[in-house]
């Protein structure tokens, strides 16, 4: 059993790490964050970090059951754009979960796709999906910073207070 301030904590650790890993990108030239990396499915950092935050917005947009919008990387062409899009996805999702009693967090919901299909979650099950997957193309980010010759530090747990 999940609780809102659980999911609220697991929210905000996310959130810190990639913020640490967004402090990190805005040291490197605009040049390299647009730049293509090849081997990757989001191959540049900018198109990883709007798909990283587009993914939590469409996951809580799905859950409200409300349409989600474009999410073309293009339209937040830097890292400044991308961290006002953060703030924007953050204060959705808090806003989300201030609408939900613990047993809501944990009873299945129908969730509808954009092909008519649908499927009964819980939206813990999807947030945890949400935040995990952060962290799976933040560590993609980190991989292609160092391709890229601008090597991170610790992105992970040695953030915390």
């Known amino acids: 059993m999940f609780t809102l301030d659980g999911i609220r904590q697991f929210h905000r650790w ?17 040049s390299d964050y647009a730049r293509d990396v090849p081997g990757f499915g989001y191959p540049s950092l900018r198109a990883q970090v709007v798909h990283v935050l587009g993914c939590e917005a469409r996951w809580v947009h799905r859950l409200r059951d409300i349409p989600s919008g474009d999410w073309d990387p293009a339209r937040w062409p830097t890292l400044a754009d991308a961290r006002m899009l953060q703030r924007e ?23 509808h796709f954009p092909d008519g299909d649908t499927a009964a979650r819980t939206p813990a099950l ?26 991170a530090r610790d992105t992970d747990l040695n953030n915390f207070e």
Do not use: E, W
């Not at 996310?14 to 605009?30: S, V």
């Not at 204060?91 to 919901?109: C, E, G």
């Not at 999807?126 to 601008?150: D, E, N, P, S, Y």
């Open 14 to 30: 996310t959130h810190l790490c990639l913020n640490c890993t967004f402090d990190h990108l805005a040291t490197l030239p605009l």
């Open 126 to 151: 999807i947030l945890h999906h949400v935040f995990t997957h952060a962290f799976h193309h933040k560590g993609q980010i980190v991989a292609m910073c160092r391709l890229l010759g601008h090597p």
């Open 89 to 111: 996805v953050t204060a959705q999702t808090l806003d989300y979960l201030s609408s939900l009693t613990d047993r809501q967090i944990n009873s299945n919901t129908t969730l």
